[in-house]
T-cell receptor
């Protein structure tokens, strides 16, 4: 499985934008980029996914580099509830498996 | 809509005892996944089912672990006999349609926190 690299932790202030980076230099053409987050004492929660084009949904935006070797999850206005561990995952379209890495722990300050 | 329901939420038992964790997936979902999360190893996939049939159990740590899915609305993960190193949070997740186009998100339950003394 292709691997991803994320910073261990990041900090943000409330109501500011947050850009969470992910490097995936060994990504293959059939890998989708998925983001999940895990709030304290809860199971992981799907955030967003994409293949080549940038994607937006009600939770976040996903910016994918032109060469697909990196991507950035964008939270437009961080809230205290966004404090969580964010996982960037490569998922081959031929598999049903998600392989979680160590993620980025996001702290949000009031 | 009801999400993935796991029970019990917490389980404390002595080593050597049998432990059974239960999961009710979201109605209509045909994929079910069992994960284990520890500080040391993070979130690991143990086994997953499609249409009640086990597809990949390569993550099951050893023969003490077994999982069944007798019908579309229920699955169990059993540990017999349990050991202290099995202490972890166990998550169940379900999804619809699988990974045919890589797009189907997995929906996770809140987990069972298992402590083996």
């Amino acid at each position: 499985d292709a691997k991803t690299t994320q910073p261990n932790s990041m900090e943000s202030n409330e109501e500011e934008p947050v850009h969470l980076p992910c490097n995936h230099s060994t990504i293959s053409g059939t890998d989708y980029i998925h983001w999940y987050r895990q709030l304290p004492s809860q199971g992981p929660e799907y955030v967003i996914h994409g293949l080549t084009s940038n994607v937006n949904n009600r939770m976040a935006s996903l910016a994918i580099a032109e060469d697909r070797k990196s991507s950035t999850l964008i939270l437009h206005r961080a809230t205290l509830r966004d404090a969580a561990v964010y996982y960037c995952i490569l998922r081959d379209h031929n598999t049903d498996k998600l392989i979680f890495g160590t993620g980025t722990r996001l702290q949000v300050f009031p | 809509d009801a999400g993935v329901i796991q029970s019990p939420r917490h389980e404390v038992t002595e080593m050597g005892q049998e432990v059974t964790l239960r999961c009710k997936p979201i109605s209509g979902h045909d994929y079910l996944f069992w994960y284990r999360q520890t500080m040391m190893r993070g979130l690991e996939l143990l086994i997953y089912f499609n249409n009640n049939v086990p597809i990949d159990d390569s993550g099951m740590p050893e023969d003490r672990f077994s999982a069944k899915m007798p019908n579309a609305s229920f699955s169990t993960l059993k540990i017999q006999p349990s050991e202290p190193r099995d202490s972890a949070v166990y998550f169940c997740a379900s999804s619809s349609g699988g990974g045919a186009d890589g797009n189907q998100p997995q929906h996770f339950g809140d987990g069972t926190r298992l402590s083996i003394l």
